[in-house]
């Protein structure tokens, strides 16, 4: 069972309106990842953050999406004015520094009408 | 640019049998590569990963993966399936050994006929 909690597992939204996830990395996880999987498997790298500090990030589609990572509170993936095509399944991941091997979340599957 | 390519997007064995599942990646130095499951609904869980050493690495469930840089391949295989291996398998390659960001193929449906 994954330690890496995503909140919600679904949320349905019409275009132009705001998708908010959540995830809760695993204990002692300071690094974290938010990747889109679309419905043909493909995978998008989103952003990395350590501690709260993004690392890399994608050029973040218009600035239509934002992440943060505050401390003591979950890790955020938002989408400011949801369009048709960013409905995908959105996985976090989280790493210890050190072995940097990923757990994943179970996803938030997003669909916008 | 580095890529990973997994040539069968669907695979079918009978239970029992055993399995290869194809992988080759492009990427000039040394990988890193990952063997992931998505069962239907979840998120990604890993089988097994190949840093160094003996090309040969162990997994869950009995899987393993033969990495080979001749042939750029990292084939991941199971000596007799169950029904319950009926999932997508992703195959992901990093340039860095804390994984970092990972490339993926484009997965590999596996369906177990009984």
């Known amino acids: 069972n994954s330690k890496v909690i995503q909140t919600p597992r679904y949320l349905v939204k019409g275009q132009g309106q705001k998708a908010k996830m959540r995830c809760i990395p695993e204990?002692?996880?300071?690094?974290v990842f938010w990747y889109q999987q679309n419905k043909n498997n493909e995978f998008k790298f989103l952003i990395n953050?350590?501690?709260?500090?993004?690392?890399?990030q994608i050029d973040m589609t218009e600035k239509r999406f934002s992440a943060e990572c505050p401390s003591n509170s979950p890790c955020s993936l938002e989408i400011q004015s949801s369009e048709a095509g960013d409905s995908a399944l959105y996985l976090c991941?989280?790493?210890?520094?050190?072995?940097?091997?990923?757990?994943f979340g179970e996803g938030s599957k997003l669909t916008v009408l | 640019a580095q890529s990973v390519t997994q040539p069968d997007a669907r695979v079918t064995v009978s239970e029992g049998a055993s399995l290869q599942l194809r992988c080759k990646y492009s990427?000039?130095?040394?990988?890193?590569l990952f063997w992931y499951v998505q069962y239907p609904r979840q998120g990604l869980q890993l089988l097994l990963k190949?840093?160094?050493?003996?090309?040969v690495v162990q997994g869950v469930n009995s899987f393993e993966a033969e990495f080979s840089k001749s042939n750029s391949s990292f084939h991941l295989q199971k000596a007799s399936v169950h029904w319950s291996d009926s999932a997508v398998y992703f195959c992901?390659?990093?340039?860095?050994?804390?994984?970092?960001?990972?490339?993926f193929g484009q997965g590999t449906k596996l369906s177990i006929k009984p």
């Open positions: 991941a989280s790493s210890r520094e050190d072995t940097g091997q990923l757990y």
């Open positions: 992901a390659l990093s340039m860095h050994y804390n994984q970092g960001k990972l490339i």
């Open positions: 204990k002692g996880h300071p690094v």
């Open positions: 190949y840093y160094s050493g003996d090309p």
């Open positions: 990427y000039s130095a040394t990988p890193y």
């Open positions: 953050f350590q501690n709260q500090e993004v690392l890399q």
